[in-house]
């Protein structure tokens, strides 16, 4: 701010266009992000009246308004989604998010950018959350392309998982087998079996004890509450702390587009549930052990999961939680995640490790250009078929996939 020449940091803001955010009785976010939303509706000004120095006129650029059906049919969701994307692209980085997001667009010339990286991809992994989340985005690449370039980097994560996994799950980095009980960072893990079920759909060699012990480890949390931190059972109510249980919707998901009796399988129904608790625990905020934004990556992501067979609760989660995405929205374009009280999980493109462009995706994952999200099933496909019910679950199980 003190970069205008009009602000001075620590100065006090008394109104906003107007608004005393003491009169609203509001969480003051939400106040916030409703103030940008108008602004940014109409001509982009912000009046803000500072202590001892009086009004003070701030201008934002117009990019419209939201339409009834956004982020799809909706010029400002596109222009968010282009700024982003374009700032990716410029930045030249592959970050976290980056390729999986430049994926989801479906422009030809972001595919263009992610081709770049993937031939300077090499095949190493540092650690279990890397290759959970970066992992994704480098099989839906394949998905898209079949460029058989990057098998030898997919393989190379499932061998790491592989060696790494122990009880049926994973820690985040080094294996420390007495943490929470049981050396399982499910946070991390949870992501991890994701990217197995990706990993076996572009047909490399997935250990079959590997792939079967963490399917039937985290199946056995499904629509039984929310998945724990650690080797616990299931937590109970639909408070999602740290997007375990959105990040579950999205294993099950890949689970039932790699087996071959798809959406009538018992893993569709696994991932519809656990989607479902994003909508339910809409009031629940920044939820989590270490500052719980990440949560809310998460969260989101599996509530879009929701948008065929549930469209009237996804737009009501996306409408009730449209003041956290202009709050994570950085004047360069980047998104980050609209930050709580540690807020250490709200950065950005270019700012230390970018959470917030998995963020992103609440604009572009209703489009369908990712296996995860909906998109045809892929040429390069391959199907495998899952067990008809994982190892130790029963048939009372299914009772905890029903609404």
Known sequence: ?????????????????????????RDPRIVL???????????????LLIKDKGPVLVQIPVLGRYSDTWPLNCSKSDRIVRNLADLLAKQGKNEWGSALFLLSTGEEKDLDVVRGWMKERKPVWAHNWQVGLEGMGICEYYLRTGDASVLPVIQAGADHLRDRIYNGAWSGRGASFNYQSGGHLNAAGVHCLTFLMLAKTCGVNVDENTLQSSLSHFFDYSGKGSVPYGDFVPKPGFRDCNGKTGGLALAMTAASRLTPEGEKSIYAKSAQIN?????????????????????EIWKSAGAQLMAEKRPKQHHEYLDARRWSLELARRHNGAIGVAGGEEGNYDQAAGEKLAWGTFNALNYTAPRKHLHLFGAPLSKFAKAYPLPVRPKDSVAADDDFSSP
């Open 275 to 295: 989607a479902m608790k994003a909508y339910y625990g809409t009031h629940d905020y920044n939820v989590g052990h270490t500052g719980g934004g990440i949560g």
């Open 33 to 47: 992000g409703q103030l940008i939303t108008d602004a940014e509706a109409g001509n982009g000004q912000i009046g």
């Open 1 to 25: 701010a003190e970069k205008t020449g009009k602000l001075k940091q620590g100065g006090i803001i008394e109104s906003i266009n107007g608004r005393r955010l003491a009169e609203t009785k």
